[in-house]
């Protein structure tokens, strides 16, 4: 089964950590990328910060265009950092996993996915 392993996390807090920490955090996605690339194929995505994103706001009446917004404006200061994804036995395979890059500047969530389609290659 497929699962995501997503990261959530202040925008700022990794950069305002001193280099050592910030290359201890680095080495714990450096070990599950070798890892999972052992495996085979994975996922592996960073999001650029909140402030370089645009929303679009859902439709308000059929045939309107949605509003487009500058940036996510959510209410807490935790935002999506980023995601793996691959393809583990079960969840206990897949929490293993995600123990490599557990650390003290980021909340990890692991939870099953489904593809949904699209073909994605980095040439």
Do not use: N
Request: proline share 7%.
């Amino acid at each position: 089964m497929m699962y995501a392993i997503a990261i959530y996390g202040e925008a700022g807090v990794f950069e305002s950590l001193p280099k050592d920490k910030q290359d201890e955090v680095m080495s714990g996605h450096g070990d599950l990328q070798d890892a999972l690339g052992k495996r085979g194929d994975y996922l592996s995505v960073k999001l650029m910060p909140p402030s370089a994103a645009v929303t679009v706001e859902p439709m308000q009446a059929s045939g309107q265009k949605p509003l487009i917004v500058d940036g996510p404006f959510a209410e807490t200061k935790e935002s999506f950092l980023g995601f793996y994804a691959a393809d583990f036995k079960d969840l206990d395979e897949a929490l293993d996993y995600a123990r490599v890059i557990s650390s003290p500047v980021a909340r990890l969530e692991v939870r099953p996915i489904a593809w949904a389609g699209g073909v994605m290659s980095t040439d």
